[in-house]
């Protein structure tokens, strides 16, 4: 039986999806409005990744919508791992296949990377929704607090790396690291508090409501997106020297 999903849930993420997709493709754009290339290619390469990311939120919903993901027994096979690891594995692929795919993340400024994950704040609905009694506190503290600690500090972070501050990048590294921790501990608590072979805490209210749409959509879209986010900032930061960085900036 699935849960009963709140009004207020529904309100929420029909709020929140649509901004997280739009800073998404705003970052692809703007990459492709700065990148070395012509016209043609530029437009090109962000008609593309602007498909596959809508693509990829269409079947996400789709899957989410029709309970494919949903789990509420102890033998259920997690498969909700596949929504969250094969865009990853796709992502990363791309990356290292693509020149233009490569150019147009090259050409994003970093600080607009970090700032993107501003939509973090957005956790917090894990707290509200704990405090109704609609998820497990061992899932939704770590999640919640996690999250909304990562999209605040996001924005200090990108101040610090668009005026070039002293420390910036060393706090840059430590920020990516901090919400990729956050991430992990979720997903982890979040098979851990779920019917299934991993489920250890919350036997007497288990955490339904995350494989249930449309909550489902932050495992198998809103977490990928994040790590992509991430896994991008170390990628530029270990790819520019702080001279390089000024000078994109710029």
Same mark, same amino acid.
């Given at each position: 039986?699935?849960?009963?999903?709140?009004?207020?849930?529904?309100?929420?993420?029909?709020?929140?999806?649509?901004?997280?997709? %739009?800073?998404? =493709?705003?970052?692809?754009?703007?990459?492709?409005?700065?990148?070395?290339?012509?016209?043609?290619?530029?437009?090109?390469?962000?008609?593309?990744?602007?498909?596959?990311?809508?693509?990829? !939120?269409?079947?996400?919903?789709?899957?989410?919508?029709?309970?494919?993901?949903?789990?509420?027994?102890?033998?259920?096979?997690?498969?909700?791992?596949?929504?969250?690891? %094969?865009?990853?594995?796709?992502?990363? %692929? &791309?990356?290292?296949?693509?020149?233009?795919?490569?150019? !147009?993340?090259?050409?994003? *400024?970093?600080?607009?990377?970090?700032?993107?994950?501003?939509?973090?704040?957005?956790?917090?609905?894990?707290?509200? !929704?704990?405090?109704?009694?609609?998820?497990?506190?061992?899932?939704?503290?770590?999640?919640?607090?996690?999250?909304?600690?990562?999209?605040?500090?996001?924005?200090?972070?990108?101040? !610090?790396?668009?005026?070039?501050?002293?420390?910036?990048?060393?706090?840059?590294?430590?920020?990516?690291?901090?919400?990729?921790?956050?991430?992990?501990?979720?997903?982890?608590?979040?098979?851990?508090? @779920?019917?299934?072979?991993?489920?250890?805490?919350?036997?007497? &209210? *288990?955490?339904?409501?995350?494989?249930?749409?449309?909550?489902?959509?932050?495992?198998?879209?809103?977490?990928?997106?994040?790590?992509? =986010?991430?896994?991008?900032?170390?990628?530029?930061?270990?790819?520019?020297?702080?001279?390089? @960085?000024?000078?994109?900036?710029?």
């Amino acid at each position: 039986m699935t849960p009963q999903i709140p009004g207020y849930l529904l309100s929420f993420d029909s709020t929140v999806r649509p901004v997280v997709t %739009i800073i998404a =493709l705003s970052l692809i754009w703007l990459g492709a409005a700065r990148m070395p290339a012509s016209a043609n290619s530029r437009y090109l390469t962000a008609g593309v990744l602007s498909a596959v990311l809508i693509g990829w !939120l269409a079947v996400a919903q789709y899957l989410g919508a029709a309970n494919t993901y949903f789990a509420n027994t102890e033998r259920a096979v997690p498969i909700i791992l596949f929504g969250l690891l %094969i865009p990853l594995a796709v992502a990363a %692929i &791309a990356l290292w296949r693509s020149d233009s795919i490569a150019s !147009l993340v090259s050409a994003i *400024p970093l600080h607009w990377l970090v700032a993107a994950q501003v939509y973090r704040v957005a956790g917090g609905v894990f707290l509200a !929704l704990s405090a109704d009694g609609r998820l497990p506190w061992q899932f939704a503290l770590p999640a919640g607090i996690g999250d909304v600690t990562t999209g605040c500090i996001a924005v200090v972070v990108a101040v !610090l790396l668009a005026q070039n501050a002293i420390g910036a990048r060393r706090a840059t590294y430590a920020w990516c690291l901090f919400g990729i921790a956050d991430l992990v501990v979720a997903v982890t608590m979040g098979a851990m508090t @779920s019917p299934g072979r991993a489920h250890l805490f919350a036997f007497d &209210a *288990p955490n339904l409501l995350i494989s249930s749409y449309p909550l489902v959509m932050v495992p198998t879209f809103a977490v990928p997106l994040a790590l992509m =986010l991430h896994g991008l900032v170390l990628w530029r930061l270990r790819r520019e020297t702080p001279a390089t @960085s000024r000078l994109v900036a710029a």
